[in-house]
Each structure stands twice: as structure tokens, then as C-alpha cells.
């Protein structure tokens, strides 16, 4: 996301100490969301950032009547274009060397949506959202915030124009820029809370409701052009920028930023707070002005930009090639300094020799957007995509499909059917790979059960909620998907808020292990309220451990491998092949464990019981793979571990053939 700098006599250095902040806790986000769980945040500080420095130019040369959309339009190309298509070009030729075909295409649509600065809807219309791992493979995501920033501003400056005409126009007794941003404040807040509205598509990428962080920017800026001898006494200057970055880095660390309150409503906290840092960092004096003027901090804010391109690109690209396999600590130190390397190269040789060449509108345009926009076209559309010759037994072998998924809205049964049918399991999409498990271990145990599972659902909702509740909180993104699956939501808890009580025994199989158990503190409380009415009801509730999120996944580098026949060793050296030693498994397992503590803790009836410790360290068992991918059972894993669980004299369910459903 690029923000224009004022000329060198209005330079301050503490603005891209800020940038600093707001790139590195993107990039930590990026490489390990666990431990910066909001580092997204970043953009919001870019926003306000661009908002501010943007309008404060702006503003200043249509109050001295000298603004031109042309000359503005030729900062805006300058600025952010070079670096832009350079990325694009790097990120499309990598792609298209290892990609598979279908992804390669899916890459190319990425990259003609960036081009027409339409990126932000292109992602805001795939399944999963911006939270998902399924994004985490997508070379162009980072571009969706540089189209919101330009779609703004296309329009922002008509509206300011038009806007200052009007309040200096007014005959009121107040300033015309006072009226300005009384107009701005009205504007700021109805599109704050547009993010309350449902979207089909995933409201964090719209832009009308990201416009709210670049006005409150702007009415900054505006307000110090008409005051600018605006001050604070020192002592309320020091609190001002003490509360603010507190509330920054508490931001970025902790706290609910979810739907439908992120984007929106929740933004204003950080959005404020980077005002509130722009506004006491005038003062060059005081402490906050000399923390983030420090040489470091201010270099790392000048190649923020080139930064926040390269970083993703680079990191979106060794994931697809890892695909599922965290990386070890040398991988990931290796992958962030050719990361600073190539945005270092990038600020010093291609954004500043290109900003500070004189152009002029035409030649800018040529040259710097439809040039290059030909040039990407013709190498992504016109030239044909790679052939791959793969080995497809090996393919076959290897691919997800052996994961026993069912069907969205099926129940199944499992065991024997000549029982009676008092067994219900629920869950996600562990319940629907524990099918071939439940089945082997339910007939060896003698009883009779039906599984309803959905994929990508987080387990059965609250059983006291009413209909209408879920479905607002489904739409609204809070819980599983959005979109055709909604209903099938619905329908299946409004099924299980009734038949639930059919059954002596439940057993809830979730990915446990999932990170948004830990980060949305409402599925920890929907998972209360359930245990609590199951076990008021009587049931004997049993929670079922499959799996973790492992160093595994549907090999994309090994058929990279045999493509294109590089060296096998090239790539081993880069992840980590011990699936046990990962950030990923280590975080997931310490998901699943505190989840096991709370409810072994609270609910001394409920039983945890535990197929994960049953997974060979090495994945694999007779020489094949008991996973179908980083954190799902192949069906040569199921039998395998019901087989364990038999074997060691294991029981899940107690006796169920001498109990009654109460």
C-alpha cells in the first residue's frame, strides 16, 4: 500500500517509523499469525497513514487553487506502479514455473484483477475469506489494499473539491473547514458501520467500508492545514502518544477483531490511535517523535512499501512449493532476508529513480501502466501453459480425495446396524474423516451409530439458539462458511437441537486443534453452552481427538520435482521433514490441550479421548500415509488407528446397548 510523501521540507521521519510499525506487524502476521494474531491491523495504520499524508497535499494545493488531477495523477503513477508491476512480473514468471496448471490460472485472473485495481473483490468473492489457510497460497492477496486505495482515491478527490466549493459557499459563522470535516465526520461513520451489514462476498476486502480509516486521515489533515499551530500542552502531548501506541500494539496482540465488528466498528481503535501518533509526533521534541525517528526504524518505513510487496509474494510462493510443511527456523530466517533484499533492491532501483524522473502525464501512463499491463497480459494469457508430465499413479496415490469426506447434509451410520441406533456424532470435518474409525471400532464394540459432519463447520452451535441467531451469526462470517452453506448450517442445528435428545451417548469430533478456538472467544462459549446442555440432558458427552495440524500436505513440491526435474535436494534442504517439530503442530497441539484442560476441568464427566497419540512420528504406516493432508486422515489412517485403539484394549463407548436416551 503506498503513501505519498510530502516535499523534503515537510518530511518527518517519525511517519515512516509509523510505516515501520505497520509493515513489520504485517510481515509478522504473515509468517506466524499465532504469535501476532492481529497484525493485520498494519493496514488499517497504512490507511489512516495514506489518508492523512494524500488529503494533507491535496487540501493544501486546492486551498491555493493549484491543484490538477493530472499533476496528481502523475504522483500516484510514479509512486506506486513501478514496484507494483515489478512484482507482478516476478510473481507471474515464478508461478508459472511452479505452479500446477490450474493454480497458474487462478494466479493470472489475481493478476489481471490487480491491473484493473478491482483485486479486493476478486478475494472477496473465494470461499473461505481472508482468515482461511486456503488464501495463504495466493501470490497477488497483498494487492487487494492498493486497489482499495485507489478506487478511493478516484473519487476522493472530486468529492474534496466539491466538498470545500460547498462549505466555502456556506454563510454559516463557522469555518469552511470545520464544515468540511463535520461533512467528512458524516461520511466516516456511515462507513463504519457498513460493516455491520452481511455481504455475500467477504466484507474485510470492500472498500466503502475501509474508506472510513483514509477519512479519518483526512479530516486529520484538514483540520492541521486550517490549524496549523495546533498544539497540546507537553504533558497531554506525552499521554496522547502514550495512549495511542499502547492501544496500537495492544491491538495487534490481543483482542476479538472479528465480524461483524472488523472491519468497522472495531477498526476505529487502531485507526484513532494512528491519528493520535500522527498528531503528537509533531512535536520533535519528546520522546514518541525520537523513538520512531531512530535511522532503523525510519529505513525500514522508506522501503515499507516494496516490503509489504515482496514479502507476501515471496512467502505465498514457498508455501504453495511446501504446501502444508511449516518452515524451520533457517528456512524462515533465509526466506525473510531475501525478502529485505529484494525490497531493499526495489526502493533503491526501481521506486526512487522512477519517482524523481520527470514525466508527463502521457508518457507516465505509457510507460509506467499500459506498457507493462501489455507486456503481462501477453506473457500470462497468450503464451501456453506449461505441460506438466507427471506420474499420475503416483498423483493418485497421493492426492486428498482418499479423505472419507460425506456429503454436506448426509448423516451416516456406523456400526452394527442391528443395534440399537443410540450413538450421535458430530462435529466438522474430523467426524466426517472418523467414519471409517467409529465404523470399525463400533462394530467391534457391539452398537449403533449416525454421523453428521459438515465441512469447514466448527462443531454443532449453541442447542439453546434460536434459529434466527445462528443464521445471523452464520451470515455474518462468525461461524463456518458463508453463502450456499448457510442453510445447511441452519438446518442441520435445528435438526440436532431436537434429535440430540434421541441418543444416550454423543461424541464431538472437531479439528481441535483449530487456532480460532483460542482467538474468537465465542466458539470457546458455544462449546460450554453445548457440553452443559448434553451433560444436564444426561448424555454421556465424549470429545474425540484425530489429529493435529502437521508438517504435512498434498506434496505440490514433489510433483514440482517431477515437472520439471529439480533436484530433490534443493528443495528437502528448504522445509522441515520432521512433521512433529513445527510451529503448526506445536500450536495446534497447544490449542488442543488447553481445550482439554477447560473441559476436563469444568465438565468432569465429559470424556477426552485422544486418537492423535496413536499417529506414527513419521506419517506413515506399512509405507503409506496415514494422512490425506496437513490435518486430515487418509482412509488407510482411519483403520489404522481403530486398529491401535482395539488392540490396546481401548473402549470409546460404555455399554450402550443397557442404556436408555433420557
Known sequence: MKLFTPSTKNYRAD???????????VVAFHFNGYRVPNGFLGVDIFFVLSGYLITNVIYNEIKQDKFSFKDFYIR?????????FTILIVGLALARLLFL????????????????????????????????????????????????????????????IGLTSFAQKCKWSVRSGSILILILLGLTIISTLSG??????????????????????????????????????STNNIILSIISLVAIIVSIFWGPYIKPYFPGVLALIPCLATAGLIYAGRNTGQWYNKLMSV??????????????????????????????????????????????????????????PLRHRKWSFSSAALSLYVSPSILILTFAFLCP??????????????????????PHSNTTAVGDSNKPLNVLIVGDSHALHSRPLLDSIAKHEGWHGTISGIRSGIYIYDPSMDSLTLLNLVQKGVYGRRGPEEKIYLDRNQKLITDYKKYSTIIIANFWGNMYYIKNPSM??????????????????????????????????????????INPRYIKALFDRDPLTGANFVESKRVADSIQRHVEKKYPTVRWVDMAQYIPENLFHDGISVLSDWAHLSLHGAHYLAGEFIRRKQRLVSSPQTKEAK
Open 524 to 565: 470457546l462459549s458455544s462449546i460450554d453452552q453445548m457440553l452443559t446442555t448434553f451433560t444436564d440432558a444426561g448424555k454421556d458427552v465424549i470429545l474425540l481427538n484425530t489429529c493435529y495440524y502437521y508438517n504435512a500436505g498434498f506434496p505440490h513440491a514433489s510433483l514440482v520435482q517431477k515437472g520439471l526435474g
Open 101 to 160: 496448471p490450474h493454480d497458474y490460472s487462478e494466479v493470472k485472473e489475481s493478476a489481471l484483477s490487480a491491473i484493473l485495481f478491482s483485486g479486493n473483490f476478486f478475494f472477496a468473492q473465494l470461499d473461505g475469506g481472508y482468515f482461511s489457510g486456503e488464501i495463504n497460497q495466493k501470490p497477488f492477496l497483498q494487492l487487494w489494499s492498493l486497489a482499495v486505495e485507489e478506487q478511493f482515491y478516484f473519487v476522493f478527490p472530486i468529492i474534496l
Open 196 to 233: 455491520l451489514i452481511h455481504y455475500t462476498w467477504d466484507s474485510y476486502y470492500l472498500a466503502h467500508i475501509r474508506f472510513s480509516e483514509m477519512l479519518i486521515g483526512a479530516m486529520l489533515a484538514i483540520f492541521l492545514v486550517e490549524h496549523p499551530k495546533s498544539q497540546i500542552s
Open 15 to 25: 511517519i515512516d517509523g509509523l510505516r515501520a510499525l505497520a509493515v513489520l506487524s
Open 385 to 406: 501453459t506449461p505441460n506438466y508430465k507427471l506420474d499420475v499413479a503416483e498423483i493418485q496415490q497421493l492426492s486428498p480425495t482418499d479423505i472419507p469426506y460425506l
Open 295 to 352: 535511522t532503523p526504524i525510519v529505513w525500514v518505513g522508506k522501503i515499507s512499501y516494496s516490503l509489504y510487496l515482496w514479502h507476501w509474494t515471496l512467502l505465498a510462493i514457498f508455501r504453495y512449493v511446501a504446501d502444508g510443511r511449516s518452515f524451520p527456523i533457517h528456512t524462515q530466517i533465509g526466506l525473510l532476508v531475501l525478502i529485505f533484499i529484494c525490497s531493499t533492491l526495489s526502493y533503491y532501483f526501481i521506486e526512487e
Open 76 to 84: 500516484r503513477i510514479k509512486r506506486i506502479l513501478p514496484a507494483f
